[in-house]
């Protein structure tokens, strides 16, 4: 049988919904991130606010930790990508407070939505990881060993 067909047998025998497609929107989702990476990466130049170091400093290394992990999990999916991009994004979000810049709205505004963004985009990824590991359809039973 050809692997078109063993695929639909395995999703027409109750295997998991989540297959190429599923594979598909993950890496979508993963771009998205790596996107609003880039987009906060030149937040403080788009909005005029270029000028303070550390509200410069913050914004770039964020935004292109966030990016590198979330190109790179569209390329190739990986567990410890989506937990780096989800602490990553945590520290997006108290990255105003933490480094005592909450004051600037429009950049504090933005670390915190591109933050929450990714958060929630690295617990899909994880989810979808877990959910996909336990699929009957990626992981077929194994021939019985020797004794």
């Known amino acids: 049988?050809?692997?078109a067909v063993v695929d639909d047998l395995c999703f027409e025998e109750g295997g998991s919904k989540m297959g190429r497609d599923w594979k598909e929107q993950?890496?979508?989702?993963?771009?998205l991130s790596g996107l609003l990476g880039l987009v906060l990466a030149a937040t403080p130049w788009l909005l005029g606010?270029?000028?303070d170091p550390l509200t410069v400093w913050s914004a770039v290394f964020g935004g292109a930790?966030?990016?590198r992990l979330g190109f790179s999990a569209a390329l190739a999916?990986?567990?410890w990508k989506a937990w780096g991009q989800a602490v990553g994004g945590a520290g997006l979000i108290i990255a105003p407070w933490l480094l005592g810049w909450d004051g600037r709205s429009a950049m504090s505004c933005a670390h915190v939505v591109v933050g929450a963004a990714v958060v929630a985009i690295a617990a899909t990824g994880l989810r979808s990881g877990r959910a996909h590991r336990t699929s009957?359809?990626?992981n077929p039973p194994r021939a019985a060993q020797p004794c």
Do not use: K
Request: hydrophobic share 50%; proline share 5%; no cysteine.
């Open 26 to 31: 993950r890496a979508a989702f993963n771009l």
């Open 77 to 79: 999916f990986r567990g």
């Open 49 to 51: 606010e270029a000028i």
């Open 65 to 67: 930790l966030v990016m």
């Open 1 to 3: 049988m050809t692997e």
């Open 136 to 138: 009957p359809h990626d």
